[in-house]
């Protein structure tokens, strides 16, 4: 095979309680990538729809993934990538992640898959970290993956993948702003007090064990952050109001995506994340802040062959 054609799909990071150890993986969106081997050695990124973004390999989340995977494996071959993106850069539903994994996976796979999807997510963290100045993994992880996962440890990379019941959905509202990672981050606190960590340790086991038990009042109970929301929420238009909006649709609860500005929603069901949607849709409409909305099941296979 001396090409691959892929659907690397966007994530939810953080899920309210987890900053940057829990992510998850949607189904309904995503990046389309091409990538063809190649006899000179290297990384081409030959061209990029839907958005602005540099060509050059260094200077590209999904170059300077795959040069960090070619870095590892040797090959005698080099590779040419091109990207559909329809997932918009700093959109807070993991642009940078799905060219990141996209890049490793597919070239992965060209090479016979010598590394498991797991093993990946290392070489696929580079790209995030060119994107927003820290290595995290709670989107790539997901990407590769699929379904829910938790970054148990950075040092060493410890990827764990939690099951979750069927009918869960996602709502995401996708405000047209931009918001860089990196700004998002610059403006969170470096330490916290020890009555807020113990709140967001006890709402991160409840979610886990809430996806384990198929239990939506209890992950409906645990989707809340103590530490980052409150911070950046006053970053999004509306966030309040979407948040409460969605609940009140009968959303199990949300929060911020990513570090925003995309909002999620978690509900039991379709129909309820629908209307949702109509509801977190109505509230945005009394801006003037054009928006996309998302309705998704969870992605359980992540990146996909087309």
Do not use: W
């Amino acid at each position: 095979m001396n090409q691959i054609k892929l659907f690397s799909p966007a994530t939810i990071a953080n899920v309210s309680c987890g900053f940057d150890v829990l992510g998850l993986c949607l189904e309904s969106v995503g990046d389309e990538m091409t990538i063809t081997k190649t006899a000179q050695p290297g990384i081409r990124i030959t061209e990029i729809v839907g958005t602005d973004l540099p060509l050059e390999a260094e200077k590209n989340v999904a170059g300077v993934a795959a040069l960090a995977l070619l870095a590892h494996l040797q090959p005698d071959c080099g590779f040419e990538i091109r990207i559909v993106k329809n997932i918009k850069a700093g959109s807070g539903i993991g642009s940078s992640a799905a060219s990141a994994a996209g890049a490793v996976f597919g070239i992965n796979q060209l090479l016979g898959a010598p590394l498991t999807n797991k093993e990946l997510v290392h070489f696929a963290i580079q790209g995030e970290k060119l994107a927003s100045g820290s290595a995290h993994a709670d989107n790539v992880a997901p990407a590769l993956l699929g379904g829910f996962t938790l970054v148990r440890s950075y040092e060493p990379l410890d990827i764990i993948t939690i099951p979750s019941p069927n009918e869960l959905y996602v709502t995401v509202i996708h405000p047209h702003i931009e918001l860089k990672t990196k700004d998002a981050r610059s403006v969170l606190k470096e330490n916290i007090p020890l009555k807020k960590a113990t709140i967001q340790c006890g709402n991160l086991g409840g979610l886990i064990s809430g996806l384990y038990t198929g239990d939506y009042g209890l992950i409906g109970r645990s989707l809340h952050d103590e530490l980052v929301e409150p911070i950046r929420s006053i970053l999004i238009p509306q966030f309040d109001e979407l948040k409460a909006a969605a609940k009140t649709a009968g959303a199990l609860g949300g929060g911020i995506s990513g570090s925003g500005p995309s909002v999620f929603a978690l509900s039991k069901g379709k129909e309820t994340a629908a209307k949702a949607a109509d509801a977190m849709s109505a509230i945005m409409l009394q801006t003037s802040v054009p928006f996309d909305v998302h309705v998704s099941p969870i992605n359980p296979t992540g990146i996909k062959i087309l």
